[in-house]
Structure formats: C-alpha cells, structure tokens
C-alpha cells in the first residue's frame, strides 16, 4: 500500500521558516521524483519544487532563494525547507511522487 504523510505545517509569522516532511512507504522512493505542490484558498494546485531521482531541482519562480528541496533515500522521505516566508505562502501544501502518488497535505499559515 503507497503511503506518503507530510507533517511539519503550523502558524508562522511572516519572515519566519519551517521545514515539512513527507514520509513515504510503498514504492521504490529511490527511483522515484519527489515534488511539493500547493494550494491557496480560492486558487488551483501548483507545483512549488521538485527533485528527481538523479538530483536535478526546480523551482516556482516565487519561492527560489527562499524554500529548498532535498530527499534521504534511506528515510524514504522529502523535505521542503521554507525561509522567509510571505502571507501569499499560505497554503495547503501536498508532496507528489513521480508515479502520481499524493499525501493528504499539511497547512502552512503565515500571518502576524
């Protein structure tokens, strides 16, 4: 069974950083890309950041400087590192795995 659960989501003041997790179970994460998506009230799905399985790394135009992606393949799981966060970050953010699998999410708040 393919599991992927993030955590790490919380209320955080503007400037300030977090750092999700995204635990996976149940295919071979190792050969396997790993992205994070959000999505903000009111808005569609988008992807923030994504690193496959040979290392190369994108990244939304708005979040580059500020968040960081990286993997431990012996944990099986995906980290987003975010710094300096803004309001317009809020979001419900998802980690996507090459094959099509979604986690259920994890919310990040920003706001003073």
């Known amino acids: 069974q393919v599991r992927l659960v993030e955590s790490g989501g919380g209320l955080v003041q503007p400037g300030g950083s977090l750092r999700l997790s995204c635990v996976t179970s149940?295919?071979?994460?190792?050969?396997?890309?790993m992205a994070w998506y959000r999505e903000a009230p009111g808005k569609e799905r988008e992807p923030v950041a994504s690193?496959?399985?040979?290392?190369?790394?994108n990244y939304l135009d708005s979040v580059k400087g500020r968040f960081t992606i990286s993997r431990d393949n012996a944990k099986n799981t995906v980290y987003l590192q975010m710094t300096n966060l803004k309001p317009e970050d809020t979001a419900v953010y998802f980690c996507?795995?090459?094959?099509?699998?979604w986690g259920n999410g994890t919310l990040v708040a920003v706001s003073s």
């Open positions: 996507k795995s090459a094959g099509g699998y």
């Open positions: 149940g295919f071979p994460f190792r050969l396997n890309g």
């Open positions: 690193l496959n399985n040979l290392g190369h790394i």
